[in-house]
């Protein structure tokens, strides 16, 4: 079975504070994505990597930046957090295939910020 | 061009009714279209997908139609459970240095017992 874990279920944290989300998955897929979840919007993409060191812009790129130096592990990071991302975060990840994509989300981390 | 855009945002139906979710796309470069379902405190998870060349696809209670004159797909869920009332998002992927997928705004569902 295909898990995808986040490092954290509920986060609480002050404007301009900087944060770390972490997302690990275990069955060694190249693709690894950050999106996020507002009620009405679905999700939007937020950054994605096809592999170790490699990043790419979605969607809203806009105050977030991302890591990836191992190819299990994609980190999400809010440099200075805003109210306006106050949000569900969800990570995912799947393998290269010629004949579609399926994505394995993680459970979400809700994020509050004050 | 990108939009994937779905209706209803929310949809309540009786046990044993025929819940019917739509979507539509522009860009016709997508070529893979799967359904996902999501359940409170849970990620989404893959439902069903569909590829163009395919009219329809069941599996189970589920069925996707697909139109692609008319660039639209609907997901029914045939005799409905209470256990299916979570979100439905459908999706659209295009094949661009591995596949980027672009989501629909969801349906939220709540089937009564």
């Known amino acids: 079975d295909v898990k995808v874990t986040q490092s954290s279920r509920y986060l609480v944290k002050r404007t301009g504070e900087k944060v770390f989300l972490e997302c690990v998955q275990d069955?060694?897929?190249?693709?690894m994505f950050w999106y996020r979840q507002d009620p009405g919007l679905g999700l939007r993409l937020i950054y994605f990597?096809?592999?170790?060191?490699?990043?790419e812009k979605g969607d809203i790129p806009e105050g977030y930046s991302v890591s990836r130096e191992k190819k299990e592990r994609f980190s999400l990071i809010l440099e200075s957090a805003s109210t306006n991302q106050t949000s569900m975060y969800l990570c995912a990840s799947s393998s290269h295939t010629s004949v579609g994509e399926t994505q394995y989300f993680g459970p979400g981390t809700r994020l509050l910020v004050l | 061009q990108q939009q994937v855009k779905q209706s209803p945002q929310s949809l309540i139906v009786q046990k044993g009714g025929i819940p019917i979710i739509n979507c539509a796309y522009e860009?016709?470069?997508?070529?893979?279209f799967p359904w996902y379902q999501q359940f409170p405190g849970k990620g989404p998870a893959l439902l069903i997908a569909?590829?163009?060349?395919?009219s329809e696809k069941k599996e189970g209670r589920f069925t996707i139609s697909f139109n692609k004159s008319a660039k639209q797909f609907s997901l029914h869920i045939m005799d409905s459970q209470p256990g299916d009332s979570a979100t439905y998002f459908c999706?659209?992927?295009?094949?661009?240095?591995?596949?980027?997928?672009?989501f629909g705004a969801g349906t939220r569902l709540f089937v009564k017992a």
């Open positions: 990597s096809y592999d170790v060191k490699m990043k």
């Open positions: 999706a659209a992927s295009i094949p661009t240095g591995g596949f980027k997928t672009i």
């Open positions: 069955m060694d897929h190249e693709n």
């Open positions: 860009n016709t470069a997508f070529d893979y």
């Open positions: 569909i590829r163009p060349d395919v």
